[in-house]
């Protein structure tokens, strides 16, 4: 039994879905529907840079999904391989969205445009410099919620995503991140400063919340013709209006990714298939269970080794 899961942010790579824009001109349609929808030459950042322009959230939100959703048509249509057999379809942050589309529940214009607003309102949420997000290593969620609680009078910390065994995302404003930055080199606890330019998954997006929750409310959801695993409860989702409340909660509450996997797992999927740019998410699960089965489409030599597997 097999999940297919979708990348979010810090997967994204100049040429990511290169080959496949190069080999179907249906690729070459969606890549310029995205530059008209959205206004602007979005294939020549992601197929040339630069780096700092892709890498900005406003950018990188469409990029990764408009690179995920045209693998996942290629294998469509390219190949027997059944994606809608598939037990759940599940995606890491702006990754849900991806999720969402290729099990029907929102169209490509809808995606593009929902991932366009949400780019620009998380971007805009802080003010740059103001916030950021660290990655905390080597321990486990309990122990970093102790030392945030622990702390609270003097710092405001939160957890943005559990993302697998040893790796937990906090955001926050840059102050209190220094100051959670002391604690942790008091307590020999690994971490690393994350290259984002705002404190994602966290009360400090309530601003952003509040500018996407009409425009969800507003965008025509269909129930999806594969259940969908949540990041805010971690569990399989398939009524479009719960669907709906949850991508409006999921912008200030964590990536409760680990789980997410533990529970697949749990309800019997024995393999993942990551599609899109990169290997992050099968990194991840790696850590989370050594037993699963796990596949990635990123190039078209990867098309081989899903239909033969």
């Known amino acids: 039994m097999f999940s297919i899961i979708f990348p979010g942010q810090g997967s994204q790579i100049i040429g990511m879905g290169n080959e496949f824009y190069q080999n179907f001109s249906y690729v070459r349609d969606f890549f310029t529907k995205a530059d008209d929808l959205l206004k602007k030459n979005l294939s020549k950042l992601i197929l040339e840079g630069p780096k700092d322009k892709l890498d900005l959230t406003e950018n990188t939100q469409s990029a990764i999904f408009l690179v995920s959703y045209s693998i996942f048509k290629v294998i469509e249509k390219e190949t027997n391989f059944d994606l809608k057999s598939a037990k759940f379809y599940a995606g890491h942050s702006l990754g849900e969205y991806s999720a969402l589309c290729c099990s029907q529940s929102i169209n490509f214009e809808q995606t593009i445009n929902l991932l366009n607003h949400r780019g620009k309102a998380m971007q805009n949420a802080v003010p740059k410099g103001v916030g950021g997000m660290y990655a905390v290593l080597g321990v486990n969620i309990d122990e970093i919620n102790k030392i945030i609680k622990d702390n609270s009078n ?25 100051l959670l ?4 080199k008091r307590n020999k606890i690994k971490f690393i400063q994350l290259p984002v330019s705002a404190p994602f998954h966290c009360p400090l997006m309530k601003k952003a919340t509040d ?7 507003n965008t025509k959801f ?12 971690a569990k399989p989702q398939k009524k479009s ?38 290997k ?10 050594r037993n699963v089965k796990l596949n990635q489409v990123n190039n078209l030599s990867d098309l081989e080794n899903i239909i033969n597997d």
């Open 241 to 278: 209006e719960e669907i709906k409340n949850l991508l409006i909660e999921q912008i200030e509450q964590p990536v409760r990714w680990r789980e997410s996997i533990n529970n697949m797992i749990g309800l019997g999927v024995n393999k993942f298939i990551e599609i899109g740019p990169g």
């Open 211 to 217: 500018e996407m929750k009409q425009i969800i409310i």
């Open 280 to 289: 992050v998410l099968s990194g991840l699960i790696k850590r989370i269970d």
């Open 222 to 233: 269909e129930d999806p013709n594969v259940d969908i695993i949540s990041n805010v409860t």
């Open 154 to 178: 003097n710092f405001k910390c939160y957890i943005a995503n559990d993302n697998t065994t040893g790796q937990i995302a906090v955001s926050g404003e840059l102050s209190s991140l220094n």
């Open 181 to 184: 930055e002391e604690e942790l």
